[in-house]
C-alpha cells in the first residue's frame, strides 16, 4: 500500500511564506506526476501546481509568480513553496501522485492517491 504524506501548513500572515512537503511512500515502483491542489471551505477543489516526471511544471493562475512546485525523485517527495501569501490562499492543501505500485503480486499502472490533506490560512 502507498501512503502521502504532507506537511508544512499553519498560520501565516499576510505576504508571508510557507513550505509544504509530500513524500510518498510505500511499493512505488516509479512516479509519474505528482501535484497539489487545495480546496477552500464551500469550494470544489483545484489544481494549484503539479510536476512531471522529467519536471515540467504547470501551475494555476491565480498563483503564478508566487508559488514554486518541486520534486526530489530520489525521496519520492513533493515540494510546494508559497510566497507573498494571500487570504485567498486560505484552504486544505492536498497532494497527488499518479503511480505504478506493486500490489498483490502485480504491477498496477496509473494508480492515482491522495494525502490526508494539510490546512493553510492566511490571516492578519
Known amino acids: 500500500q502507498v501512503q502521502l504524506v504532507e506537511s508544512g501548513g499553519g498560520l501565516v500572515q499576510p505576504g508571508g511564506s510557507l513550505r509544504l512537503s509530500c513524500a510518498a511512500s510505500g511499493s512505488i515502483l516509479g512516479i509519474d506526476n505528482m501535484g497539489w491542489y487545495r480546496q477552500a471551505s464551500g469550494k470544489e477543489r483545484e489544481l494549484v501546481a503539479d510536476?512531471?516526471?522529467?519536471?515540467?511544471?504547470n501551475y494555476a493562475d491565480s498563483v503564478k509568480g508566487r508559488f514554486t512546485i518541486s520534486r526530489d525523485n530520489a525521496k519520492n517527495t513533493v515540494y510546494l513553496q508559497m510566497n507573498s501569501l494571500k487570504p485567498e490562499d486560505t484552504a486544505v492543501y492536498y497532494c497527488?501522485?499518479?503511480?505504478?505500485?506493486?500490489?498483490?503480486?502485480?504491477?498496477?499502472?496509473?494508480?492515482?492517491?491522495w494525502g490526508q490533506g494539510t490546512q493553510v490560512t492566511v490571516s492578519s
Open positions: 497527488n501522485a499518479e503511480l505504478t505500485e506493486y500490489s498483490g503480486g502485480q504491477i498496477h499502472r496509473d494508480v492515482n492517491y
Open positions: 510536476i512531471t516526471s522529467g519536471s515540467s511544471t
